[in-house]
Each structure stands twice: as structure tokens, then as C-alpha cells.
DNA sequence: ATTATAGGAAACCAATTGGTTTCACGTCAA
DNA sequence: TTGACGTGAAACCAATTGGTTTCCTATAAT
């Protein structure tokens, strides 16, 4: 539900670090437009439209006030993100094992439970 | 440490839908170039360079066999999406609550589920 | 009524993206 | 050695992106 399904989807929108700064900074509460654009060195036209793609992808939501629109985070959509990074947990959660196993392994060194070369941090021979 | 501070960062990796199969499809464990192109409509060329994308973010390590190339998953740089999404953790758990608030809310009415606006902050100046 | 403010729409632009085709090179097989 | 296979590099292209400026329309404020 919610769906969403509009033409921005939120890895899409999360992709720029200006909107992932947009999202951050409309958790503190609704804002209008201008005082957004403000904390950004570009237009405030190019703000408005971070916020609509932002909107598009359902993370943002507007409401207009007088002259203003404010503007204000729905962090529901992440929850898709959630969703999806939860599948690779896993993963992880096998290279932590892995990791541990190989930090814990009493040396007879028969089984290397996996190559996993990121263990060593050699010297800076650079 | 790891830092991949690599040209493309990980939410702009997993931003393209095929990225994101790709990440799937190599979870299954390593494979060459072309094995995995065949998964998809698009040209090997192509399929290869969203390798490389995946790889620049560290999600993908490659390996030379003979004249192969196998690629496979390396679901570390995930964690800093996790980390960033934890972030808004609570603003879920605010909506959650409210929502509980306004499901379980009986009759009262004197407390609607939330609000949420928030004063604005300084002008920012002009 | 007039003017100033807030913000979106439109037209435009350069850079990036996602894709293609062609070519070159190293490796395996005959 | 000759040729086929596996892959990356290069050159190219259309579409998208992130930004700009210019204009237009509502809504205050005087």
C-alpha cells in the first residue's frame, strides 16, 4: 500500500546528497521553500525541484500555507529501503562469522573459512 | 578503514534497478562476465560496466581466473546505508506511535496522533 | 489599489548516464 | 601456430540530470 509507484522510486531519490540532505533537514519540522533554499548554495528554484522529485518518491510532503509551501519529511518510503538492505543482512552477518571465526581461529590453519583479504591492513608500503 | 571513497558511493551504485539485480544475482557466489550478461536483455559491454560501478563502490570484488573474470558480492558498503537509514529510525517509530496513538485513541479526541508542525527556524538571512 | 513576497513553470544548457558497436589483447584449445 | 573465447577500452549517441534564468500567478502587506 501507499504504493507510490510514481515515477521516482527512493533509491532514486536518496541517490543525491543534496536530497539526502533535504530529507535530514526537514525532520526537524515543516519548512517553506525559501528558508530551504537557504541552507543550499544553489537556486531556489533548483531546491523546489530536489523536493519534487523528493515528493514524487513520497518522502516529502507539501502543504500550502498562505503563499508558502511548507514542506516535510514522510519517512515512510524508507521503509522499502529497509526492506530490501534487510535481505543482505545476511551477508553481513555471514562475513562478521567468518571474520570472527578467522580472529578466533586457534591457528592450526587447515581450515580458512574464507579468503576474505580485507582482514589484513598492511603497512602503508606506498 | 575499507572507506571506498571510490568516485561512485554506494547510494548511487544501488540507484540503478540492473545495479541492483546485479547485487542479487552475485549474492548466489562468484561468476565471469559473461555468465552473468546472459541474465540480461542488455550487452555484455554494458553489463560489464555497471560491474565496474558496483565494484568502484565496493560492493563487487573481482577476481581473474585464466581469462575470466568472476565477480561476487561484497555486501560491506552496505553498512553505511544501513547506518544511514537508522537514522530515521525514529521519525518511523514517531509516525508508528502515532499512529498506535490515533488507532488505540478512544473517544477523547484531545490528543490528534501528531501534529508535527514545527516553529520555523531562523530566517536564513538574505 | 498597488506593490512586494513566495513559489512553480518553461526554456535552456552542460555534464552525466546507460546504452551501443567496434577493436585490441590475453588466454585457452586444436 | 592458429584460431576461438572472455573481457575491457574507446568512441560514440540519446536521454536524463542538476543546474540556471526568466517569467507568471497567487497571496500578503501598505
Redesign the pocket.
Known amino acids: 500500500m501507499a504504493s507510490a509507484s510514481a ?2 522510486d527512493v533509491f ?1 531519490a536518496i ?5 539526502r540532505s533535504l530529507l535530514k533537514l526537514l525532520g526537524d519540522g515543516e ?7 537557504g541552507h ?14 523528493l515528493a514524487d518518491a513520497g518522502l516529502v510532503r ?1 502543504r ?8 516535510r519529511l514522510d519517512p515512510e518510503p524508507l521503509l522499502e529501503l529497509k526492506r530490501w538492505l534487510s535481505y543482505y543482512e545476511r551477508y553481513w552477518e555471514n562475513k562478521m562469522a567468518a571474520l570472527k571465526r578467522f580472529v578466533e581461529s586457534d591457528e592450526d590453519g587447515s581450515a580458512p573459512p574464507a579468503p576474505l583479504e580485507l582482514v589484513r591492513k598492511e603497512p602503508p608500503g606506498e
Open positions: 515515477k521516482h532514486q541517490a543525491d546528497p543534496t536530497r519548512l517553506p521553500v525559501t528558508a530551504i533554499s543550499y548554495p544553489m537556486s531556489r528554484t533548483a531546491v523546489s525541484k530536489h523536493l519534487r522529485i507539501e500550502k500555507v498562505g503563499r508558502e509551501t511548507r514542506y
